[in-house]
């Protein structure tokens, strides 16, 4: 397969049992016909998992999805950008729970906080009702987490992490765009880890946001 400026991606294979092949496309902005025409990080993510092309491949939960796409595309510098491929294997076959979108939002609005020389009153309520959310999860059972999937329902991801993405945005003006640029990959390599820490008894963003709402 011809390939447009492609890279090399060696030792990847292991993520699925199709053949990967040996070099995948460059990361750009946007959505593409095709490889050949290049790739978003998602769809960059669906080509090494083995899968048909796409940017909403199954093997990512939706929102930690729609927040890998918002950054591919709001990035400027293509180098920067490119980097973002090194996430790729680990936006593989990460397991939807139902506080995945919650994760993903409150590192979203932690970010925002954190650029904020007087913490913004609405992005701190909004925070403050994310963590609950997270912490009622933690608490609770079968019908807390059906209570979650209702909320999601009414709610859906890609609507509420796009939200919570504005904020970051917002907040992120006032920097060089190399700044901003560094910030978005940084937030889309926290939420990615946080994601991927959701087993864990006390969540990294629930300590990050606990610190901005204490």
Same mark, same amino acid.
């Given at each position: &397969?011809? &390939? /447009?400026?492609?890279? /090399?991606?060696?030792?990847?294979?292991?993520?699925? +049992?199709?053949?990967?092949?040996?070099?995948?496309? %460059?990361?750009?902005?946007?959505? @593409?016909?095709?490889?050949?025409?290049?790739?978003?990080? &998602?769809?960059?993510?669906?080509? $090494?998992?083995?899968?048909?092309?796409?940017? @909403?491949?199954?093997?990512?939960?939706?929102?930690?999805?729609? %927040?890998?796409?918002?950054?591919?595309?709001?990035?400027?510098?293509?180098?920067?950008?490119? /980097? *973002?491929? %090194?996430?790729?294997?680990? $936006?593989?076959?990460?397991?939807?729970?139902?506080?995945?979108?919650?994760?993903?939002?409150?590192? +979203?609005?932690?970010?925002?906080?954190? @650029?904020?020389?007087?913490?913004?009153?609405?992005?701190?309520?909004?925070?403050?009702?994310?963590?609950?959310? &997270?912490?009622? $999860?933690?608490?609770?059972?079968?019908?807390?987490?059906?209570?979650?999937?209702?909320?999601?329902? *009414?709610?859906?991801?890609?609507?509420?992490?796009?939200?919570?993405?504005?904020?970051?945005?917002?907040?992120?003006?006032?920097?060089?765009? @190399?700044?901003?640029?560094?910030? %978005?990959?940084? $937030?889309?390599?926290?939420?990615?880890?946080? +994601?991927?820490?959701?087993?864990?008894?006390?969540?990294?963003?629930?300590?990050?946001?606990?610190?901005?709402?204490?």
């Amino acid at each position: &397969m011809t &390939m /447009k400026r492609l890279v /090399k991606a060696p030792g990847l294979a292991m993520y699925s +049992c199709r053949p990967v092949p040996d070099q995948l496309p %460059l990361l750009t902005r946007g959505w @593409h016909r095709g490889p050949e025409d290049g790739a978003c990080v &998602m769809e960059y993510v669906s080509v $090494l998992a083995g899968s048909r092309f796409t940017d @909403h491949p199954r093997c990512t939960p939706p929102a930690l999805a729609a %927040l890998a796409r918002l950054v591919n595309d709001r990035i400027v510098d293509d180098g920067v950008r490119s /980097k *973002l491929a %090194l996430l790729a294997p680990d $936006l593989i076959g990460i397991r939807v729970q139902p506080g995945t979108t919650q994760y993903v939002i409150a590192s +979203c609005l932690v970010t925002a906080a954190a @650029h904020q020389p007087v913490p913004h009153q609405a992005t701190q309520r909004r925070l403050a009702r994310t963590c609950a959310r &997270m912490r009622r $999860l933690e608490r609770g059972g079968r019908w807390t987490r059906i209570w979650l999937r209702g909320w999601e329902l *009414l709610n859906p991801p890609n609507i509420t992490v796009s939200s919570a993405f504005q904020s970051v945005l917002e907040q992120l003006r006032g920097l060089t765009q @190399h700044q901003r640029d560094e910030q %978005l990959a940084e $937030l889309l390599r926290t939420a990615v880890a946080d +994601c991927r820490m959701l087993t864990s008894q006390r969540s990294a963003p629930a300590r990050r946001a606990g610190a901005r709402t204490g």
